[in-house]
Nanobody, 122 residues
Framework: QVQLGESGGGLVQAGESLRLSCTASGRTFSSYHMGWFRQAPGKEREFVANIDRSGLTEGYADTVRGRFTISRDNAKNVGYLQMSSLKPEDTAVYYC???????????????WGQGTQVTVSS
């Protein structure tokens, strides 16, 4: 069993930056591909970014490409989502998740964190 936990959320103004972290229990961190998703009130949970086990391949939603950067440190069992030039429409609960293959579909992710709130004021 893998347990994930997110941190780093908060309230920022438009144009500012935040870095989210995703920590994982156990020694299987490098066995999984990692994704970040977000869910705004009244909306479905949507894909934000993903990264493969090795950290060499990344993918981004069009809405965040060029502003967000996903990364991971397998030695420390931690993943990151660096968010820059934040916009009010980025306001959501952000979740990290693990999957056995690279995918953008939330249904393919097996393990999920509890989420961290990001609020961007205009």
């Amino acid at each position: 069993q893998v347990q994930l936990g997110e941190s780093g959320g908060g309230l920022v103004q438009a144009g500012e930056s935040l870095r989210l972290s995703c920590t994982a229990s156990g020694r299987t961190f490098s066995s999984y591909h990692m994704g970040w998703f977000r869910q705004a009130p009244g909306k479905e949970r949507e894909f934000v970014a993903n990264i493969d086990r090795s950290g060499l391949t990344e993918g981004y939603a069009d809405t965040v490409r060029g502003r967000f950067t996903i990364s991971r440190d397998n030695a420390k069992n931690v993943g990151y989502l660096q968010m820059s030039s934040l916009k009010p429409e980025d306001t959501a609960v952000y979740y990290c998740a693990f999957a056995g293959f690279m995918t953008r579909s939330r249904a393919d992710y097996t393990y999920w964190g509890q989420g961290t709130q990001v609020t961007v004021s205009s």
